[in-house]
Nanobody, 115 residues
Framework: VQLQASGGGLVQAGGSLRLSCKAS????????MSWYRQALGQQRELVAT???????SYANSTKGRFTISRDNTRRMVYLQMNSLKPEDTAVYYC??????????WGQGTLVTVSS
């Protein structure tokens, strides 16, 4: 399983970023995909999830600001992040949660939101 996240960077509060994740090594189209994030010194937390059918769910902290989507043909999952806040600063990871009974993580992409 390989997961390559990209699109992070430095943005001012109130700005937007779009994260992308290229997945390989498993049956992408039939698996749920999630974005997680981990801020410095904190535990990794769930940000958003999209099922194989396209049903989405979000953490309360990101609901209404973030949008998760997927392109099964390209084996890509995206996270559109709007109205960013300094507390959104973290390394963001994509993963097929609990695939084969475990979690796979790529290198993540760093998002830094300045105030």
């Amino acid at each position: 399983v390989q997961l390559q996240a990209s699109g992070g960077g430095l943005v001012q509060a109130g700005g937007s970023l779009r994260l992308s994740c290229k997945a390989s090594g498993f049956m992408f189209s039939i698996n749920t995909m999630s974005w997680y994030r981990q801020a410095l010194g904190q535990q990794r937390e769930l940000v958003a999830t999209i099922t194989s059918a396209g049903t989405t769910s979000y953490a309360n902290s990101t609901k209404g600001r973030f949008t998760i989507s997927r392109d099964n043909t390209r084996r890509m999952v995206y996270l559109q992040m709007n109205s960013l806040k300094p507390e959104d600063t973290a390394v963001y990871y994509c993963t097929p949660p609990n695939l084969r009974g475990t979690f796979y993580w790529g290198q993540g992409t760093l998002v830094t939101v300045s105030s």
